[in-house]
């Protein structure tokens, strides 16, 4: 039987913190209790899910190139604070050609200046902000459409 088909799940600095990390903001829910959910909502949708962590910006950009090598169906990618620097995931996301989904937990717009920034969402297919976990659920659910899946 052929491989089922996969997305990645990227999650950039400080995620990893989530559930202790100002839950006040980010909620209570930890990373492994997100990967969970989206994992469960992928297996009813008979995909696979890579979900990975990093606080290194370079691993961000490896595995993007590597989900495009990969033939992955989509990314969805939580930079972090690197989604408001980073000209290098601004050009890696440019540089391949499945789609990237940006995702965030809170409303980046709706707090400090410098996140109102986005170097990600400039090269994104799609943003989803705002929702605690269920962004990440909403931006599966976005890139299941996205690949007729
Ligand atoms: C975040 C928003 C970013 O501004 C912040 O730097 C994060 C988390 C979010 O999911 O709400 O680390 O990406």
Avoid: C
Avoid at 104 to 111: G, I, K, V
């Amino acid at each position: 039987m052929a491989d089922k088909p996969t997305i990645y799940v990227l999650n950039g600095p400080n995620l990893n913190l989530l559930g202790m990390r100002e839950p006040e903001i980010y909620g209570h829910d930890t990373l492994d209790d997100i990967a969970g959910q989206v994992e469960d909502a992928a297996q009813d949708a008979g995909v696979s899910v890579d979900f990975r962590q990093s606080n290194h910006e370079g691993h961000l950009v490896d595995w993007l190139h590597e989900a495009n090598a990969l033939e992955a169906k989509a990314v969805l990618l939580n930079a972090g604070a690197f989604t408001h620097t980073s000209v290098a995931l601004y050009d890696a996301i440019k540089s391949i050609s499945i789609p990237v989904i940006e995702v965030h937990l809170s409303n980046p717009h709706a707090r400090e200046e410098f996140r109102r920034h986005s170097y990600v969402g400039m090269a994104a297919k799609g943003s989803i902000a705002g929702f605690g976990g269920n962004s990440y659920l909403l931006a599966l659910k976005a890139a299941l459409d996205l690949a007729g899946l």
